[in-house]
């Protein structure tokens, strides 16, 4: 039986679809979202202005957007995956000579009704394109040198035009949501073992080249790598974020200090306290708690994505779901460890609780795809 | 087609397989992840508490009152005044300029100032208070407060600030205080965190430094809870601090003031004791100045002026400057003899004028000299020759023990700044200091209280007090501290000196000044009950030479000030009954009958009758001039008292 069979005779249709949603999914992200409504309100003087209600528009918004995405087939999806990596990867080039400068560097794209950061949308958009690729590619040709210059191609195109922004933080992680991708789909464990002995070369020769000529990184980007070893030692320069977010996360305690309660974030001892650095008001307020339970729901949402994953017999729904599940973990997961200050501080957000337009609609476009490939899967025949 | 299928089947369960290697990683993170939370928020939750309190409390200083100086009747001598002082913030005022200038209509702000303000307003956050002025007057508030609503962030701040009512009368004793220097710093007591309160005061000279710790008292303190910027939220908690210590000196704010106004222009200085214990009454050095321009911030043209007076007004002279003592030293040369039993009372030579010492003259300063003398003739009269004579039968030695037995050549303990030991000559200090032998001619002038012999007003006075009592009094300035006594006057002992010589002693300066031969004769009391006993000294600041000798000696009044003799009296009364002790010193006065004595007799009848004295108790010849210079000084006292209450 051939795909294009089982497809009609299996798949719902209609308002029928909703049914054969991921619920699970579906209500998890609305209780991250609410967490983060909830701490945008406090953050702001328990007060629903300026940023809660902004939120909360741009949740429904992107909402609509997933059950929107969702509804739509997948094989729709998959034959517009390399037109999406080429878009995306026109508007980086675009951001680089349009683009509006913040933070130090350029990373958003005006489109008048939408500023769009493309290097949110490039991360989904590799994942399609490597899901689609490898979906096409016969199996006997995975691991051959060869097929492997493609996707490497892929990877490098985004992860060069993001680097120039500069956005250190987002070119790894599209690297990393690239490899995580080509491992899954069964390239050789050797190609892995040669990748990371030459990532361990290359952060050697990166530190290395420091105040030699040739200095291969910025110096800001030197200084961040020092505080991060030691954030004690430039407690009001560079390391200010890491010392006052471990401060404010470590006296939180338990239970915490309460809702509006938290002096390092009401005070304003803590920087970016409603975007990149908002987990640490959530930890000061409400504790180990309030933390962990942030940590269980993004878990549980990493662990039915991935049941649907293996249960999805199609392999680009299955690659596109392992490929939104990683680039979602890679979020939090990156974002966590920097304020609790295990990984150096990068612009990346708290998946569904930061204040901001383009993570929040990416995060739930992809969602949307991972949806469509659920709902779309091929069911009861094989 | 089924062949597609198997392949399927294969891949995807190696897509599964790492789908779920994945998975496995990915769970691992996340417990790293908990388990650090835990970490920071279970094991070092309070270690981190206390560092979210560090970031968020700030802990300000209150500055304690200082404590206040009274005199032996409990007026008052330096005291804290609330004190206004303006402050802007400029977030609140917007534009600066504007605001100083709506306020330079209504107060007088100096060109300084206002650009000091701008330049503060410019570097420090702008929600902090600037002060604009301080020290204003009720008025000036007053004009403020009308027109608030035209100086938006213009508020008036309330403060305590030093005040010496009694204006320049105690300003060598009680000195004054002033904002910390890096010098106050360095003097050891770095770590207080008080001396950082902006604008904090300490004790620059006198009482005021010598009782900065017992005066300054101890910080209150602020908890206020504070944001990144350090803008203050809301208070926390608040701990008033101790106030300092009040102090009770032994002076009589009356008599220094009389003293301070006696001594008028003159480059002068007095101390008067209570001979018996050694309080002392009254202690001024003049001319003087206002202490209270120095706590406001004296400006450079006042300072430069005191700096650069002639008659020094900065310098305490009862306590920090030496004089040769001239003949008021007889007094320790001839108890030295007394005591080694070189002479009697009733012995006696003949001064002549001058005489011969290893080949050198030394002259009497009476031309054709004395006649016979005996010891007390001799010190009423006060022959030098006579002296010369002993001095070499008596020897350095012996002068230097009697000098130091009468308290010369010691470093008297009171609270008072810059207080100098003075200088008693003898064979090693010559040997050290020289680097010569003692000679001979060296006795024969320390014997007349010239050549080495340095003393301040302060140790004459202490010698006229146990020549008085025959106690071995020290000076004591600090009555009590907090009410509580700060010296047991029980405890003085007997001076170890035979008291019958010091009878003699005392018969000789009554006849200095009450027998018609005698050198303050001219400056008697008449009234039995008050009479006084003293030695005049008139101490030579340049060598006369022979030529000059020749040609009569230029008198005092010819020479340049500089050049003039110090003219100095010592001197007890009541004589029968002594109860105080009197040192004056005349800086290039002249002759001390002259300049001093009256000086010192003045002052005596002031401190014994606790007020003006009548006039009957002055020689019927001197009762006009001294009628006519009591109205003098009642004026100018009077007017003081009019500033003093007013301050008070």
């Not at chain 2, 005489?355 to 002259?363: A, D, G, L, T």
Request: include cysteine.
């Amino acid at each position: 039986m051939t795909y294009l069979e089982y497809k009609i005779r299996a798949v719902p249709r209609g308002f029928r679809k909703l049914f054969y949603l991921n619920w699970p999914i579906i209500l998890l992200l609305c209780a991250a979202g609410a967490i983060g409504i909830i701490m945008l309100t406090s953050i702001a003087g328990n007060s629903w202005y300026p940023w809660a209600s902004a939120q909360l528009k741009r949740f429904f918004i992107g909402f609509a957007l997933m059950i929107s995405v969702a509804m739509v087939p997948i094989w729709f999806w998959k034959s517009m995956s390399v037109l999406a990596y080429i878009t995306s990867l026109g508007l980086l080039v675009l951001v680089e000579f349009f683009g509006s400068t913040g933070m130090g560097a350029q990373r958003w794209l005006d489109l008048g009704f939408i500023t769009l950061q493309p290097s949110e949308m490039a991360k989904i958009t590799l994942i399609m394109v490597l899901a689609f690729y490898y979906d096409w590619l016969p199996d006997q040709h995975i691991s051959k040198p060869q097929w492997i210059i493609a996707p490497l191609a892929l990877i490098f195109l985004p992860f060069f035009l993001v680097l120039q922004q500069p956005d250190l933080g987002t070119a790894l992680l599209i690297v990393l949501g690239g490899g995580v991708m080509m491992f899954l789909a069964g390239v050789h464990w050797g190609y892995f073992g040669a990748a990371l002995s030459f990532g361990v070369g290359g952060i050697f020769t990166i530190l290395y080249s420091r105040g030699k000529d040739w200095q291969l990184l910025n110096d800001y980007q030197y200084r961040r790598i020092d505080t991060f070893l030691d954030p004690s030692s430039d407690p009001l320069g560079a390391g200010y974020h890491i010392t006052q977010s471990k401060i404010a996360l470590g006296s939180g305690g338990w239970t915490g200090r309460g809702f509006g309660q938290g002096t390092q974030s009401r005070l304003n001892f803590l920087p970016e306290k409603h975007t990149d650095f908002i987990f640490t008001t959530l930890a000061e307020e409400f504790g180990f708690v309030g933390g962990i339970s942030l940590l269980i729901i993004y878990s549980l949402i990493v662990a039915f994505a991935i049941i649907a994953a293996v249960r999805n017999k199609d392999r680009f729904s299955s690659l596109l779901i392992y490929g939104v599940t990683v680039t979602f973990f890679l979020y939090f997961a990156v974002n966590m460890a920097m304020v609790m200050g295990l990984a150096p501080v990068v612009g990346v957000p708290l998946p569904l609780v930061s204040y901001g337009g383009s993570s929040l609609l990416v995060l739930l476009v992809a969602f949307g795809l991972l949806q469509s490939a659920h709902v779309h899967k091929p069911r009861g025949v094989i | 087609m089924a062949d597609r299928i198997q392949l399927n089947q294969k891949s995807y369960a190696k897509l599964s397989r790492r789908g779920l290697i994945l998975g496995g990683l990915q769970t691992a993170f996340i417990a790293g992840l908990a388990f650090r939370m835990r970490k920071l928020q279970v094991e070092e939750a309070s270690e981190y508490r206390l560092l979210a309190d560090e970031n968020r409390i700030n802990i300000r200083l209150i500055a304690p009152a200082r404590g206040e100086v009274y005199d032996r009747n409990g007026k008052i001598i330096a005291r804290n005044e609330q004190s206004f002082r303006i402050t802007v913030v400029k977030e609140d005022a917007g534009n600066i300029e504007q605001t100083l200038y709506s306020l330079s209509n209504l107060i007088k702000i100096s060109q300084r100032d206002a650009t000091r303000v701008i330049k503060e307003t410019k570097r420090s956050a702008p929600f902090l208070p600037v002060t604009i002025r301080d020290q204003l007057s009720f008025e000036e508030i007053a004009r403020i407060a009308a027109n608030t609503p035209n100086l938006p962030g213009v508020s008036v701040e309330q403060g305590l600030s030093r005040v010496y009512p009694s204006f320049e009368s105690y300003a060598h004793v009680v000195g004054y205080v002033g904002p910390v220097s890096d010098n106050d710093l360095k003097r050891g007591n770095k770590n207080n965190p008080l001396l950082k309160i902006p604008r904090f005061q300490v004790g620059k000279v006198g009482v005021e430094k010598h009782f900065e710790d017992t005066l300054r008292g101890s910080a209150g303190v602020m908890k206020v809870e504070v944001n990144a910027l350090g803008r203050v939220m809301r208070n926390l908690d608040r701990t008033e601090g101790k106030p300092g210590n009040n102090i009770q000196l032994t002076v009589d704010t009356e008599l220094q003031s009389y003293i301070q106004a006696r001594l008028g222009s003159e480059s002068a200085s007095a101390v008067v004791m209570n001979c018996k214990n050694g309080e002392i009454l009254g202690i001024a050095s003049s001319p003087s100045y206002d202490p209270n321009k120095f706590v406001r911030g004296i400006s450079y043209s006042d300072f430069n002026e005191l700096r650069d007076n002639e008659f020094r007004p900065l310098a305490s002279k009862t306590v920090q400057d030496a004089y040769p003592p001239g003949s008021t030293f007889k007094i320790v040369t001839a108890l030295a003899a007394l005591e080694a039993k070189i002479i009697g009372p009733k012995d006696s030579f003949s001064c002549n004028g001058k005489m011969e010492v290893s080949n050198r003259f030394f002259h009497c300063w009476k031309k054709g000299g004395h006649g016979e003398m005996d010891l007390a003739k001799s010190l009423s009269e006060s022959c030098d020759v006579y002296f010369y004579e002993l001095a070499l039968k008596v020897g350095i030695d012996r002068i230097n023990e009697m000098a130091t037995k009468l308290g010369l050549g010691i470093k008297h303990d009171i609270p008072m700044s810059a207080i100098t030991k003075g200088l008693v000559p003898s064979r090693e200090w010559k040997l050290s200091n020289r680097n010569q032998e003692w000679l001979v001619g060296d006795t024969v002038n320390a014997a007349i209280g010239q050549g080495y012999v340095l003393s301040s007003p302060l140790q004459l006075a202490v010698m006229a007090a146990r020549l008085a009592s025959g106690r071995n009094v020290k000076p004591i300035l600090t009555k009590s501290i907090n009410g509580k006594n700060f010296y047991n006057s029980k405890s003085i002992e007997n001076l170890d000196i035979e008291k019958s010589y010091l009878k003699i002693i005392r018969k000789a300066l009554f006849e200095a000044s009450n027998d018609r031969r005698g050198t303050a004769y001219g400056s008697r009391v008449i009234d039995d009950a008050y009479r006084m006993a003293g030695k005049t000294g008139t101490s030579q600041v340049r060598n006369i030479t022979d030529a000059e000798r020749e040609n009569g000696v230029t008198k005092n009044e010819d020479l340049p000030w500089k050049r003039r003799d110090h003219g100095l009296f010592i001197n007890f009364a009541p004589y029968n009954k002594p109860k105080i002790a009197v040192a004056v010193v005349v800086e290039h006065g002249g002759a001390g009958s002259k300049s001093a004595a009256p000086i010192a007799r003045d002052i005596t009848l002031q401190a014994l009758f606790k007020g003006k004295p009548p006039l009957e108790v002055y020689p019927a010849k001197d009762r006009m001039a001294v009628l006519e210079q009591q109205n003098k000084l009642g004026k100018v006292l009077k007017e003081l008292e009019m500033f003093r209450k007013n301050k008070v």
